[in-house]
């Protein structure tokens, strides 16, 4: 790594001052010592996501590295104090200094002059550093820090096509973790139970209700877009009820091992809550027939197509 082509972000708030005139002033007397590419917090600091917290998993990550991250945090009125992080010191944060940012571009400037000069002594020392560094403990690759998982709760709306077409309202609670660059959930899901039409001659109706455990992987694509996918493991349980001409009504019970998996995309809408969707088949594991009297009335096979929307949130 030289200075020339280190990497900075400057992680900025969701709203609000210093607005852009800041990142424009810090990209201009930046270059020649950093790139710098702005970044909305995703999600945001706050409760148990602290900004430093953001910043270190950026400079210890394995992919896209990043050589210094930015950052402001406000401190009374228009007066903010401007932080930075580097790769070559991932613990020790360091306060450029503290000003009414955004207001004055005077102001601005004197920042980002001192961040540069802060920089380049920092960036030359790391570069120095790698440089003297034999070649086989150059390739190893940073280790990336683990952090403690986050509660996570979902609502959404799962709709099936098929044998058996059906809408149904899914509730979970799971937890959320980083590895590998990526963004990991798990959850234990449960749908509300559903009327199924099956058919008219006799008349059947069914009903359902799934659980299941749901592990989901997401790669950030964008500064609110995350794209992965999903697969679920569960059981449905099936309530059948057959009315014949006669007036009898006969009954039957089972329950379904079943695995889906699909595509899914999140879009955060901010604060802490994303909105998902996902596609994919669900297979059972075993064939979803009903007879009445040893006759089949009714047959769901085996495969279906399920469309899933739902927001999701840390708790």
Not at 217 to 233: D, F, I, K, N, S
Not at 268 to 287: F, Y
Request: with cysteine; aromatic share 6%; hydrophobic share 50%.
């Amino acid at each position: 790594m030289t200075i020339e082509s280190a990497r900075a972000i400057f992680l900025a708030p969701e709203a609000g001052p210093p607005g852009s005139s800041l990142v424009e002033t810090l990209r201009i007397v930046l270059a020649g010592v950093a790139r710098l590419e702005e970044r909305r917090l995703d999600p945001p600091t706050g409760g148990d996501r602290p900004t430093a917290v953001a910043a270190r998993e950026l400079v210890t990550g394995v992919q896209r590295a990043v050589d210094v991250v930015l950052w402001i945090v406000p401190v009374t009125g228009e007066t903010f104090t401007l932080y930075a992080l580097t790769r070559s010191r991932p613990d020790a944060v360091i306060e450029v200094g503290q000003a009414e940012l955004g207001k004055s571009a005077d102001i601005d400037r004197t920042i980002a002059l001192k961040l540069r000069n802060v920089l380049e002594g920092l960036l030359s020392r790391a570069a120095a550093s790698v440089s003297a560094a034999p070649t086989v403990a150059a390739t190893q690759p940073p280790v990336t820090r683990a952090r403690w998982p986050q509660a996570i709760w979902r609502l959404g709306l799962v709709g099936a096509a098929g044998v058996g077409t059906n809408a149904r309202a899914e509730a979970g609670l799971g937890a959320r973790f980083h590895a590998g660059g990526l963004r990991w959930e798990a959850s234990a899901l449960v749908a509300l139970a559903t009327t199924i039409e099956l058919g008219n001659d006799p008349a059947v109706e069914a009903s359902e209700w799934d659980f299941g455990f749901r592990f989901t992987g997401l790669h950030a694509a964008g500064p609110r877009l995350a794209v992965g996918g999903l697969v679920e493991a569960g059981a449905r349980r099936l309530f059948a009820q057959a009315s014949l001409p006669n007036g009898a009504i006969n009954q039957a019970r089972v329950l379904v091992p079943v695995l889906w998996s699909g595509p899914e995309i999140r879009w955060s809408l901010g604060g802490r809550m994303e909105i998902c969707a996902a596609a994919g088949v669900e297979v059972a594991l075993q064939r979803q027939r009903f007879s009445i009297a040893g006759v089949p009335v009714a047959d769901m096979g085996r495969v279906r197509f399920l469309s899933l929307v739902a927001l999701v949130a840390l708790l």
